[in-house]
C-alpha cells in the first residue's frame, strides 16, 4: 500500500492551499481517512477525518471552519483543502488510511501512511 501526498508548499498568511492524497495497492472505498500533522520538534497531531463514504467529517478544534476534508473514491483520493492559513498550521501533513469505516481521531487509529508533505506559513 502507497500513499503520496502533494500540494505543500510555502504560502503568507491567510492564502489557502489544497493538499491531495491518492493510494495505491488497495481501494479504499470501505475506509475511513484521516489527515494528521507533525510540526517540527512535536508530536504528530490529528487534524482532520472522512468516512468511508464521505458522509462524516470530523475536525480538530484548531482547524474547524478553516479546513474542508473529502474524498474521490473512484481516484482512489483524499484531499485537504486549507483556508487562511496561520503559522500555527506550518508541520508536516500525512494523510493515511483508517483502521474502521468511520471518522477516527487519533494516530493509532491509521494502518496505512504517506510520507508526509510539508506545509509553511510564513508572517
Known amino acids: 500500500v502507497q500513499l503520496v501526498e502533494s500540494g505543500g508548499g510555502q504560502v503568507q498568511v491567510g492564502d489557502s492551499l489544497r493538499l491531495s492524497c491518492t493510494v495505491s495497492?488497495?481501494?479504499?472505498?470501505?475506509?475511513?481517512m484521516g489527515w494528521l500533522r507533525q510540526p517540527l520538534g512535536k508530536e504528530r497531531a490529528f487534524v482532520a477525518a472522512i468516512s468511508y463514504s464521505g458522509g462524516s467529517t470530523y475536525y480538530a478544534n484548531s482547524v474547524k471552519g478553516r479546513f474542508t476534508i473529502s474524498r474521490d473514491n473512484a481516484k482512489n483520493q483524499v484531499h485537504l483543502q486549507m483556508d487562511s492559513l496561520q503559522p500555527e498550521d506550518t508541520a508536516v501533513y500525512f494523510c493515511a488510511v483508517g483502521r474502521l469505516h468511520t471518522v477516527v481521531a487519533v494516530a493509532s487509529g491509521y494502518d496505512y501512511w504517506g510520507q508526509g508533505t510539508q506545509v509553511t506559513v510564513s508572517s
Open positions: 495497492g488497495r481501494t479504499i472505498n470501505m475506509n475511513g
